[in-house]
């Protein structure tokens, strides 16, 4: 079992950033792709970037160049950077882990483990 738990959410105006840190209990770190989505009120999950075991990194083409994703397996942590924050960016924001993603990374339901959301919302 892999525990999580998202923190670091908040409210912040449009052109500010947050950073979203998700810390993961259980089995070993370093063996879990680490993802972070969000949902939005009445819309589907979204995939936002992914961390893969090594130094791959994944972005949703609606955060490309606002967001950065980065972990450190030393303290067991994925964080997600973000910049530029945009009202459209106000959404509940998950983090997701699974030792593997099957045919594709950006899909939920190829995760196993998630934590149970952080709140951000972005005023304009």
């Known amino acids: 079992q892999v525990q999580l738990a998202e923190s670091g959410g908040g409210s912040v105006q449009a052109g500010g950033s947050l950073r979203l840190s998700c810390a993961a209990s259980g089995r070993t770190f370093g063996n879990y792709a680490m993802a972070w989505f969000r949902q939005a009120p009445d819309k589907e999950r979204e995939f936002v970037a992914v961390?893969?075991?090594?130094?791959?990194?994944y972005y949703g083409d609606s955060v490309k160049g606002r967001f950065t994703i980065s972990r450190d397996n030393a303290k067991n942590t994925v964080y997600l950077q973000m910049n530029s924050l945009k009202p459209e960016d106000t959404a509940v924001y998950y983090c997701?882990?699974?030792?593997?993603?099957?045919?594709?990374?950006?899909?939920?339901?190829?995760?196993?483990?998630w934590g149970r959301g952080t709140q951000v919302t972005v005023s304009s």
């Open positions: 961390a893969g075991w090594k130094v791959s990194r």
């Open positions: 997701a882990a699974d030792s593997s993603w099957g045919n594709s990374y950006s899909d939920y339901k190829e995760y196993t483990y």
